[in-house]
């Protein structure tokens, strides 16, 4: 797939997601996926395979979050396999916080299927208002 | 082929000679960084540059400007690192006017901390000089290592 068809692709699952059917896009997620959370801080860890990054960290994300919850994209930018995404969240804690962090994702693709996610975000704000990821959760080293 | 093709096929190939140009351009800037040489990244920020540090961290905001860039970033940060600052290029993805790059800090502090941060950095090109430069990194790092600048402090 060429580089126009990636970003065409996220464009629609990402799109299709901010509006409230993330089905797409989860079922766009290969069994294999790796989404890495960069950085030195409690969140900041590789999940290796769709299993557990729909365990651990998106079902740890659904028992924090209310209801409604959603990134808008803002700019993609494409290169062969890669689709670079920049999103804000507008979200909201079960205890009414304002969750609104700004993202940058790299997206890897194969064959129409999400094999690689990166995500660089304000890991400042996630441990203020999210607080620290559970150990119990935690992916080996 | 209709002539709006032909415009059509020219125009594609603008593109990706520009795609290819700032690839090179933004490509050279991180490989004299990785060695903690800064003149070509200084040689390409244009004058009305926007740096933006994203998040909600102390050093998070809109620098406006290379003189802002140069005076209320770079320098204050260059207060809090010892020796060359090192950023590794580890991933670069163009496509037109934009070059995103995935980066690694290997820094220390002046009081012998180390502080490797990691980076993507969001950059939009115009005529070969930088003019708007998105940082995404681990805010929260930065406020464990290096705390906030100076004129945060004394707010």
């Known amino acids: ?141 | 082929m209709s002539g709006a093709e032909i415009m059509s096929n020219a125009e594609s190939r603008a593109v990706e000679n520009e795609t290819v140009e700032n690839k090179r351009i933004i490509q050279q800037v991180f490989d004299a960084l990785a060695e903690g040489r800064t003149q070509a990244m200084l040689d390409h920020l244009a004058e009305d540059i926007s740096f933006v540090v994203m998040g909600t961290g102390s050093w998070s905001r809109s620098y406006d400007g290379k003189a802002a860039v140069l005076a209320e970033l770079f320098a204050p940060l260059r207060a809090k690192l010892a020796g060359q600052i090192i950023l590794a290029p580890l991933r670069l993805i163009a496509e037109g006017d934009h070059v995103v790059v995935q980066a690694k800090g290997r820094n220390m502090t002046v009081d012998g901390k180390a502080y490797g941060n990691t980076y993507c950095n969001v950059i939009r090109l115009e005529g070969g000089l930088i003019r708007e430069w998105i940082e995404y990194c681990d805010t929260l790092l930065i406020e464990t290592t290096l705390g906030p600048p100076p004129a945060a402090r004394a707010r």
């Open chain 1, 1 to 141: 797939m060429t580089a126009a068809t990636n970003k065409q692709l996220m464009q629609d699952l990402l799109g299709r997601a901010a509006a409230g059917d993330r089905a797409p896009y989860l079922a766009a997620i290969a069994d294999d996926v790796t989404m890495t959370v960069t950085g030195q801080y409690s969140w900041a860890q590789t999940f290796r395979g769709k299993a557990a990054l729909l365990r651990d960290l998106y079902g740890h994300l659904a028992t924090l979050l209310a209801e409604g919850r959603r990134t808008i994209p803002l700019r993609f930018i494409a290169e062969n396999d890669v689709v670079v995404v920049e999103g804000k969240g507008e979200m909201r804690t079960k205890a009414g916080a304002t969750y609104d962090n700004d993202y940058c994702l790299i997206y890897r693709l194969r064959e129409g299927r999400i094999v690689e996610i990166r995500e660089y975000c304000d890991s400042a704000l996630t441990e203020r208002v999210l607080g620290p990821f559970p150990a119990e959760r935690k992916q080996p080293a």
